[in-house]
């Protein structure tokens, strides 16, 4: 059973918002910290967003100011919004446990295109 269902992505202009979201298996998902990954085209997978299971978070710094990282530990949903879109944010972005973590799995789901046009 896949553990996380992104959704969300979709084709958009520069400067316009989405909101993605990760449905989550488990019930270890409200004690685990948890984070977006995103991967561009010919590039290694990396961590975009980290939110901890008191809701501290951090974002990497491109995209400071611009994403906002969530979570709804009653649903079991991952959140990112996504304001102010560039086209160096075009990639598939997947959600999963930080790699510290038990919750972290290697299974990664299929993550949610996200394209940027200029």
């Known amino acids: 059973q896949v553990r996380f269902v992104e959704s969300g992505g979709g084709l958009v202009q520069a400067g316009a918002s989405l909101r993605l979201s990760c449905a989550a298996q488990?019930?270890?998902?409200?004690?685990?910290?948890m984070g977006w990954y995103r991967q561009a085209p010919g590039k290694q997978r990396d961590l975009v967003a980290l939110i901890s299971n008191d809701g501290r978070t951090n974002v990497i710094d491109s995209v400071k100011g611009r994403f906002t990282i969530s979570r709804d530990d009653d649903k079991n949903i991952l959140y990112l919004q996504m304001n102010n879109l560039k086209p160096e944010d075009t990639a598939v972005y997947y959600c999963?446990?930080?790699?510290?973590?038990?919750?972290?799995?290697?299974?990664w789901g299929q993550g949610t295109q996200v394209t940027v046009s200029s």
């Open positions: 488990g019930s270890a998902f409200r004690a685990s910290y």
């Open positions: 999963n446990a930080d790699p510290r973590s038990d919750y972290y799995t290697s299974d």
